[in-house]
């Protein structure tokens, strides 16, 4: 147990749908980072959130966005969906900036399925 | 972050000391050698990183070359459940305003057979 939860494990959902992922990161981890990986590609970064602030954007389209909120948890919502957008979506989290040793921890990742 | 080539596919027989290679030729001083591994359609799992020294651990041993331009993991007696993609990433070893994320290649898929 990587101690990052994500919820919910599955979903199924219509295109042009909106959904929302949440993510609690590991107890004392500030960083949040979004992954995506479709049906046989690798993982894509998406973005990362240190303390509530955006930090890092990768390869996020502008149908998605995310936060990170006081608590730390964290949330990425997906708008209008569409049937590409069919894909696994993981969150890590990892110590705060400066610790020289501080690797991301993944969550076991929400399924999503846009039919 | 440096790119790193690993191969594509791998075998190893069950009870065998597995040995997965990875080059990253043009890393820097600043920037460590990450392993992870992905166990169908699961999280990444964190398996372990180094900068220069070898390191060993619960999971593993990486070993480093002198020069830093390459590296291999060992999983010293594999078991089928090791069978998953593994991942060598080369990330910055500080942080700085560009985010300090990884960035995952295609990995070695590794199948452990009986």
């Known amino acids: 147990d990587s101690g990052v939860t994500q919820t919910p494990k599955h979903l199924i959902t219509a295109t042009g749908q909106r959904v929302t992922l949440r993510c609690s990161p590991r107890s004392g981890d500030l960083s949040v980072y979004w992954y995506q990986q479709s049906l046989d590609q690798g993982l894509q970064f998406l973005i990362q959130?240190?303390?509530?602030?955006?930090?890092a954007k990768g390869n996020i389209l502008e149908r998605f966005s995310a936060q990170q909120f006081p608590d730390l948890h964290s949330e990425l919502n997906l708008s209008s969906l569409e049937l590409g957008d069919s894909a696994l979506y993981f969150c890590?989290?990892?110590?705060?900036?400066?610790?020289?040793?501080?690797?991301?921890?993944f969550g076991n990742g929400t399924r999503l399925t846009v039919t | 972050d440096a790119k790193t080539t690993q191969p594509t596919s791998m075998d190893c027989a069950e009870g065998r000391a597995a040995n997965l290679p990875c080059n990253h030729s043009?890393?820097?001083?600043?920037?460590?050698v990450y392993w992870y591994r992905q166990i169908h359609s699961q999280g990444p799992q964190y398996i372990i990183h180094?900068?220069?020294n070898n390191e060993t651990n619960e999971m593993a041993s990486l070993i480093i070359t002198e020069d830093r331009k390459s590296s291999t993991l060992i999983l010293p007696h594999a078991t089928l459940r090791d069978t998953a993609v593994y991942y060598c990433?080369?990330?910055?070893?500080?942080?700085?305003?560009?985010?300090?994320?990884?960035?995952f290649g295609g990995g070695t898929r590794l199948m452990v057979k009986p």
């Open positions: 043009t890393i820097s001083g600043n920037e460590y």
């Open positions: 959130y240190y303390n509530g602030e955006e930090r």
């Open positions: 990433i080369v990330r910055l070893r500080f942080y700085n305003n560009a985010g300090n994320m990884l960035t």
């Open positions: 180094g900068l220069k």
């Open positions: 890590a989290s990892s110590a705060p900036p400066g610790t020289a040793d501080s690797p991301l921890h």
